[in-house]
């Protein structure tokens, strides 16, 4: 893909699906062991974060392979560099997503929903604020430039 912004748009939108499968796994699981809906949004949203994050970086990887290896060696330094500018790019939609959820997801249980569709529906309403990272990433450069 030529549109590196379109590219980061795509693993940011790919990355969703592991997001929410990481979630409702969580709550599922956390369920079993636990009535407590704090516990519960809590594990699930941990869950996600593990599950997303893991995908997103990963593709990102792959889709700027051009920058992170060179003459079959890869580059370390320029790796770690990006994972810093995500970090920070993503802190602080991630802070406004990770309360904003929880607690979306502890209202929904405490009102009689079942776990994985009470994660399910914390992360339609609100997943809009994760994808304010991408002006974000941006002017940070993390989305790189065409070579």
Known sequence: MKNKT???VKNCT???AFFVAGGIAGAELS??????SFAISAVSTSLEYIAGYSSFLGLHV???IEHYKKDGKW???EITSDIKKALICFSIPDIAYLLSRHYVMKYFLDNDYDSAKSSMLADIVCAPIFFL???AAKRMGLIKKNK
């Not at 369920?31 to 407590?36: N, Q, T, V």
Request: glycine share 0%; hydrophobic share 35%; no cysteine.
């Open 133 to 135: 990272a991408i002006p």
């Open 75 to 77: 580059e370390r330094k």
């Open 14 to 16: 790919i990355s969703t």
């Open 31 to 36: 369920d079993l062991a636990s009535d407590s």
């Open 6 to 8: 379109l590219e980061f």
């Open 62 to 64: 792959h889709d700027n």
